[in-house]
Each structure stands twice: as C-alpha cells, then as structure tokens.
C-alpha cells in the first residue's frame, strides 16, 4: 500500500476557501454541504 499524504482518506468531503478549510469525515447531507459552502462564502 502507497502512504500518499496528498490525497484524502475515503468518504471524506474537503472544502476550502481562501480563509478556511473544513473536513467532514462520514457521509455527508446535499442540505449540509449547502449550508456550509454558502456561510464559508460570505
């Protein structure tokens, strides 16, 4: 097995902006994702 510490594990969603950067580990709701792309972009 390759260690490739660029990628991200399995099932995991990753968002970033030019001021943060969230990791949800799971699964992950459309509503959920919704709300969070839209308050990390004001």
Do not use: K, Q, W, Y
Not at 9 to 33: K, Q, T
Request: glycine share 2%.
């Amino acid at each position: 097995m390759i260690d490739d510490t660029n990628s991200p594990p399995d099932n995991v969603c990753e968002i970033e902006f030019d001021r943060a950067r969230v990791r949800i580990f799971g699964e992950v709701s459309p509503a959920l994702l919704r709300l969070l792309i839209r308050e990390l972009a004001r």
